[in-house]
């Protein structure tokens, strides 16, 4: 690498650079301390802190950074999503963002089947646009949620179809690139006219024209015989592809040269890709194996059958899903016990009855060559998602769990011949052994691409050394069964270093000779692919290394971290990968989906984190205002918790970081305020109607806009003038009960504002024979306390409210609560800030209102108190986001669906934006009303009058108010309305 570099912004050709960038790019310049440490880091092993970042909001401002960087001798580092496993956007240099802006479809071409788009479109975007044309992208990376079209044409990405869909590279018609000296060229079907017509310019893109077609020439030997025996290959510049096209007399065609050269030959900006027809009838076919060798064997076989795609998964990969709480559940409806190993086999076409009978005579074959006694079908839509959505999630999965051993990407991408998995699995698994591990793949197996699970401590000396020489062995192993060592993930830092090995010297120096032509001065990514690329196993490129440490780390926390080691394992349980990144489903990140930036999801927080405890940060680690403004557009909606594999609990981080950072620099009045609004309602309902009078004076509001910036455009939720404890001690008389006793948990909105709302939850379970109770004496659940980082006041409500909760928790009184975030606390929070049995007791006692009224014997009993006089009626359902969290989504929905003549739909809107206070924070109130914009307010507007708008949350549904003008109700009123 070009060690001459200095690593900072501080020497004068940086300065230069920065100054002449600031002056001519219309988007974004970054040197911030901060951006620098979200850039220095993807998906990989690998770390490097670059020397700028640049966001270019036009394709001029790509041309315009690489020129100037080139003039000033600074590499140049394209980035897309930042979820390469191989380190390709990692480097020392400018790094050039291209997903926040450069983010158009340009052209879609229904006829003649293909797309233009600029570099920044995400797949799974694309997608969705596409599928209302019934058309695709064929290639299916598994991080498709996050992956953009220009770095999956940088790294000829494919994924679990490629068995029919091919790599990119087949699919790629023509690429827009800025070349090293800032020129844009196209790279498309040049006829030999245009060809000569190039050459003879005086210019970079009339060089490369001159120098290609004979290069092709003179190795087109080496080439025929050089590249590895299995199409499924990453590895090198794809030469092969140009002499195809020589050899069949087709025009030529640049474009699959830059595919899958990692932004080593040129910057891409624009991507024309041909699309597939999207299939109408799928289904999946997923036969159990003994082991791993007989799922192996299977394989030829089955690709007999007119598959479309055949995945790998054996018994470690299997019992670690099934361990997850989300994904366990959804994981036994198509695997039956613990197999050896599965293979989700996928047949797709536009008719269902031929591929039953497809399935059925590989079932046949497959039972009668006695390779399996156990094959599960999956033929909904929602069980394929899930199949499909498991085995996306795997990647994330197995780096998930605690501790110093993680999984290492540099060895676990080659790629054989399918005939040769077997003898090449057996090898590997040999070479395990000799240093005491024990090797499982998993991946896709009718391309004979595994991946391999190898967890190595690179902290210690041992695990570093083990790393390098596992690293040589197995790729000495996959060179010598005719493979490649890298079968989708590309060379990057992880796997360059092998690319001699692999090809030998001749066609090693004829990618030199090609990274010269487009590259002059080596500016371009270097360390990638050729040039001079580095030993993955080199402790100044490695994320953790033996001199690993965290200073900065807290060592006495409030909340509870042991299961990940402390605070720093729950940080550095984040792989990555950047699923957090996702636009077009669940919740996760709801501020990055509105700001675009890097900085508002989980993985940026999670690497900000990562620098402060480590010291990257400087002294003041997790008390440094960057880290503050870092974690600032976290709403603690958990959605990472459930939605990313690794389970990353960003709001317990932030919860934590506040407690860490107002010890230093003091609890703003606000958070005081918002953290002891139980207080300040409790005084507020001695007199109603005074202060409703004062919460709706625009005086008063404006008071607090200036005063503590609570934002004056919001509406304050006004008072009861009956409480609810009133109504239920003076008013309420229960009637007999069959059932035993319940204790509602009477939250502080229901209590002072919503009343109603406990008088619905009273009425409904005493339908169900049951005798209601609330508990006298109880404080706030503390959810506001903790929302704002007051950790040691949360933790004496806690331990109040545990008191009193426990003596029903031990005699098995169910606690129900109707207020989400309630619930969610004590089920979540109070056993981390107490670390008690009776805390754990209380939380396992501890029952959202929709799981317990779905209980089935609670459902058999409701069945029959609906009234007599049914209506249609149609319901629409935003979901709380810890509602979402802790999988009771689908129970609002049954229980909603009991309702004779119901048509329950959930809108699929993530969070609301609200979050507590966050939406109410004048800060915040833009972005919270912008997360709103996305899916919730559009959907409520056109859902028509007649329509029944349902939110659990509080917030919720103050935040539906605020933005459609509409009141919606808590599920359970819509229930309690339905009863006779």
């Known amino acids: 690498m070009n060690t001459k570099i200095k690593e900072s912004a501080g020497n004068a050709a940086t300065t230069a650079m920065i100054k002449e960038l600031r002056a001519s790019i219309k988007g974004e310049v970054r040197v911030d301390r901060l951006s620098l440490q979200l850039y220095s880091t993807d998906a990989s092993d690998f770390r490097k802190e670059p020397i700028a970042v640049v966001i270019p909001r036009h394709i001029a401002d790509v041309r315009a950074a690489v020129a100037i960087a080139g003039r000033h001798g600074i590499p140049v580092i394209p980035r897309g999503g930042g979820s390469s496993v191989s380190g390709q956007t990692v480097g020392l240099g400018l790094v050039l963002d291209l997903s926040k802006y450069l983010n158009k479809v340009v052209q879609i071409n229904v006829t003649e089947r293909w797309v233009e788009v600029e570099a920044g479109v995400v797949l799974d975007v694309l997608n969705g646009i596409l599928a209302g044309h019934g058309l695709m992208v064929g290639p299916d990376p598994s991080s498709s949620a996050v992956a953009t079209i220009g770095g999956m044409a940088g790294n000829n990405s494919t994924g679990s179809h490629s068995f029919i869909y091919g790599m990119t590279a087949d699919h790629v018609l023509a690429l827009e690139v800025v070349l090293a000296d800032g020129s844009l060229a196209r790279f498309d079907d040049k006829s030999k006219e245009e060809v000569a017509r190039l050459s003879g310019e005086n210019t970079l893109e009339g060089s490369i024209y001159r120098t290609i077609p004979g290069l092709i020439a003179d190795y087109a030997a080496d080439i025929r015989s050089g590249f590895p025996n299995t199409w499924r290959n990453v590895a090198g510049y794809g030469l092969n592809r140009l002499l195809d096209q020589k050899e069949a007399n087709k025009p030529l065609n640049l474009a699959p040269l830059i595919v899958g050269s990692e932004g080593t030959l040129a910057t891409i900006t624009k991507v024309k890709l041909g699309l597939v027809e999207r299939p109408t009838a799928v289904r999946l076919a997923i036969p159990h194996f003994t082991d791993l060798e007989v799922a192996l064997r299977s394989v030829p076989l089955i690709l007999q059958h007119g598959v479309a795609a055949v995945e790998l998964m054996t018994a470690p990969t299997l019992k670690l899903a099934g361990d997850h709480p989300i994904i366990g559940p959804r994981l036994r409806r198509f695997v039956k016990d613990l197999p050896g190993a599965i293979l989700i086999v996928e047949f797709s076409g536009n008719n269902q009855e031929e591929l039953a009978e497809q399935a059925q005579k590989l079932e046949i074959r497959l039972r009668s060559e006695g390779l399996t006694d156990y094959l599960s079908h999956c033929t909904t839509p929602e069980q394929i998602g899930g199949v499909w959505g498991i085995r996306k999630a795997i990647f994330g999965l197995i780096m998930s769990k605690p501790g110093d051993d993680k999984r290492v990407w540099v060895i676990d991408d080659a790629s054989v011949p399918v005939e040769e998995m077997t003898g090449y699995t057996r090898d590997v698994v040999k070479a395990g052994r000799k240093f005491g591990m024990e090797i499982n793949f998993d991946a896709h197996a009718s391309a004979g691409c595994l991946h391999m699970g190898l967890d190595i401590n690179l902290r210690t000396p041992e695990g570093l050394r083990t ?343 031990r005699r098995g009184t169910p606690i129900i609560g109707v207020e989400p975030s309630c619930i969610a606390c004590f089920r979540d929070e109070y056993s981390d800030l107490l670390r008690t049995d009776d805390a754990s007791l209380v939380a396992e006692s501890s029952f959202f209102f929709e799981e317990f009224v779905t209980r089935p014997e609670n459902l058999e009993t409701l069945r029959g108190a609906f009234a007599s006089n049914p209506q249609d009626r149609r319901i629409l359902v935003h979901s709380h986001c810890y509602q979402k969290s802790m999988g009771t989504a689908p129970n609002v929905l049954a229980m909603l669906g009991l309702i004779p003549g119901a048509i329950v739909e959930e809108i699929p809107s993530g969070c609301c934006g609200m979050a507590g206070a966050f939406g109410y924070e004048k800060e915040h109130y833009e972005v919270s009303m912008a997360i709103g914009e996305q899916i919730l307010f559009p959907a409520i507007r056109t859902a028509g009058e007649t329509a029944t708008i349902v939110a659990a949350g509080t917030s919720c549904r103050e935040q539906i108010k605020d933005g459609t003008g509409r009141r919606a109700l808590h599920p359970i009123e819509v229930l309690a309305g339905a009863l006779a």
């Open 467 to 809: 790393m390098e020489l596992l690293c040589k062995e197995i790729m000495t192993i996959a060179i010598a069964h005719g493979g490649s060592t890298t079968g989708e993930h590309g060379e990057g830092l992880a796997r360059s270093y092998f690319n001699k090995q692999l090809y030998g010297p001749r066609l090693h120096q004829a990618f030199g000779e090609v990274k010269a032509i487009f590259d002059p001065t080596t500016l371009l990514n270097p360390g990638k692919v050729v040039g001079d690329v580095i030993a993955p196993w080199d402790t100044g490129w490695l994320k953790y290394t033996p001199d690993y440490r965290t200073p900065y780390a807290p060592e006495q926390t409030h909340l509870n971290f042991s299961d990940y080691g402390g605070f720093a394992g729950l940080v550095e349980m984040c792989n990555g990968q950047g699923i957090c990144r996702s636009q077009v489903s669940g919740t996760m990140c709801p501020s990055y989906r509105v700001t675009h930036d890097e900085k508002d999801t989980t993985r940026g927080r999670a690497n900000i984190l990562r620098a402060a405890i480590t010291g990257l940060l400087g002294p003041e680690g997790l008390t440094s205002p960057e880290v503050y403004d870092a974690l600032d557009l976290c709403l603690a909606c958990k959605a990472c918790r459930n939605e990313c594999s690794t389970r990353v609990d960003m709001a317990k981080l932030k919860y934590e970081f506040l407690a860490i950072y107002q010890k230093k620099h003091g609890i703003p009045l606000r958070s005081r305020i918002i953290g002891h609004m139980a207080d300040s309602s409790r005084l507020a309902a001695k007199m109603p109607s005074l202060a409703n009078r004062l919460y709706t004076s625009k005086s008063f509001k404006k008071l607090l806009d200036r005063t503590v910036g609570f934002d004056e455009r919001r509406e304050l939720p006004s008072l009861a003038l009956q409480t609810f404890d009133q109504w239920f001690k003076k008013e309420y008389r229960q009637p007999p009960a069959s059932r035993g006793p319940v204790l509602l948990w009477d939250d502080c909105y229901l209590t002072y504002n919503r009343p109603e709302l406990g008088r619905a939850a009273v009425k409904v379970l005493a339908a169900m024979g049951y005798q209601v109770f609330c508990q006298d004496g109880r404080s706030c659940c503390g959810r506001p306390m903790i929302s704002k980082g007051l950790l040691a006041d949360a933790a004496k409500l806690a331990r109040r409210n545990v008191a009193l909760l426990v003596e029903h928790a």
